[in-house]
């Protein structure tokens, strides 16, 4: 009887072990059950005192039963260890497990030993794997020390029993019950400490952790005074790299008396799976961590997002549903968090019929293009109002969920609109106030021209109706302005081809305003290139316009010297679209007139002018450059970062 052995297997091993033997032939002596442990009972579902009056075919199944009689003929051929994967093993209920098992012969005699086992269906529960008991470590046995009873306890195991416990997992070891001395320890006990066994022979809790020796000695004495079977305890051993947590779980063995005379026990490592436990749950604290920042972050925004999902079928982009949003969405579209967790916030409830298959296209193009600009449309509120949101999305793959980010700006294109009917408002009012005004205007300048023809007037009355000539037309010009402006505001602006001299046209300009140079003594010149086409089509009016605008500066700021206008043709290619005329270059050269008359030119004044033309006529393209140059004060590096500034003057004085 291997009672020693049984022993040890019944109450240290934590893991589902099988002894099986044989001895003679297959025919002549059936494989026999001579131990297994508690946790092997009980996934099998047999009493521990039953199992070692149980054959081989009370537990494996037939054609199992054959596999193990190969392997132990195999075992016993060859005199190595010979394994057999995949044994059915039977419950009480007949249910079927399957075990890995490695048979070895030993003097004449095979032995089964039970290496790993998988449960499919079981009666009784195997022990947790997150229990700390169920993790060993493999060893052999090995004497590390002499005991007069520990001699006389070895004489009562057959010789195959050491030999079986030198395949048993975990690291062994022997200790006197009268003063807790071990006086055997697997060999394998200095590979697990990295302590030789010599040190830890006889008093070894100088290795244990200062704060552990108590509660270690006090459990052996509570368990030897109290005359009990098992003891176990987790403590601290020091070893070379340190302290490490193992649990010591040992079996009581008393003499003829009943009297416990040694413990026998296995030392199992549990600092991997400390630190491992410590890993996790470090992770789990960080990730807990990461999830509530990020739930803060997510409702505490003022920004109104959520996390969208596709409902079946996956295809259909325009069916799609809310699963979690922060509080500014739901104030936004007026719905509360019982009603998000209800499902209420769908694409069909949130989205106007007319914008639905938008987007269904925007939520197609996510996947493809990556996150979405956002796109201005409308969603419907619990109360069937229309809001008018920018409204973004990004897919997250492993998730398989949308975030979409939303920004209301209901107010925003309120206020554009009143702003939009307010401008239009005031063009209309200055439109019609210009015709009005215009009306006497023009009445007041045809009467004081007649005056002029026909009445003989002489001397101060003279002087007066020319005086009222000239103010009239100059307020008449000034209304004229005012009225493009406000075409210009209403996009009304519009450009009247027609042939023109440029010549004719520079020489006009220069002439108009020649008597302003005079008063100031300035040199009034101009230069027309001779590449210059004799004729031109464009609108000679607003050629006219902007030319006495940088004239007109050009002599406000000289007080000596000259200023020159030159015209010259442009080397550059000029491409027919380049030179057809567009509203958005009309609306660019009137805003540069309104800038230039309120600000100080430089030096030199150079806008490209492209020579209009019509879709009619076929004629080349040029490209003209019209420049006025002054020896004026000209404008500072500094000042010319403002030089299209509205109301601003490099010198206010003038």
Known sequence: MLDLTVEILANTVPSPLLLLGHEGTFFDTPVSVFGANKALCDALGFRFVEVSKLAAVDILAEPSYGRLWGAICQATDSGAPSPVDGLELRDVQDGAHVADVLVHTFRGRSVCIVERFRCRCHASPLPAVADPRSFASSSQFAPAGQDVVLDELLKTVRPIGLEICERMPGCVFIMRADNFYTVYMNHHGDTMTGIPNEEVMGAWWHLAHPDDVAAILGALHSATDGNKDLVEYVWRCKTASGYRRLLDRATARRDAHGRITHWFGMAIDLEDMFLKQEVTAATAQRLAESEAYFRFIFQSSLMPMAFIRLEPPADDFSRWRIVDANDSLLSLVGYCQAELRAGLLESHRLVPAEQQQARAEQFRSVLTDGPSLPQEVKIVTKDGTCKVVLFGLAYYKQADWYLAIIVDITEQKRAEAAAVAASEAKTYFLANISHEIRTPLNGICGISELLLDFVPLRGPARDYVNTITRSAAHLLTRINQLLDFTRLGAGK????????????????????????????????????????????????????????????????????????????????????????????SMRSSQSEITQMEQTAMPHEAAPRLRAPTSASAELPCILLQVAVADTGIGVSEADQTHLFDPFWQADSSF
């Not at 010549?503 to 100031?520: F, G, I, S």
């Not at 006495?548 to 679209?577: M, Q, R, Y």
């Open 493 to 584: 602006l519009q450009l009247v081809e027609d042939v023109f001299v440029p010549l004719t046209y520079v020489e006009d300009v220069v002439e108009l305003m020649a008597e302003a140079a005079d008063n100031k003594g300035v040199d009034l010149l101009y230069e027309v290139d001779p590449r210059v086409p004799r004729l031109l089509r464009g609108d000679v009016g607003r050629l006219r316009q902007i030319l006495i605008n940088l004239v007109s500066n050009a002599i406000k700021f000289t007080d000596a010297g000259h200023v020159k206008v030159s015209v010259t043709v442009c080397d550059a290619p000029c491409t027919p679209e380049e030179a057809a005329p567009a509203d958005a």
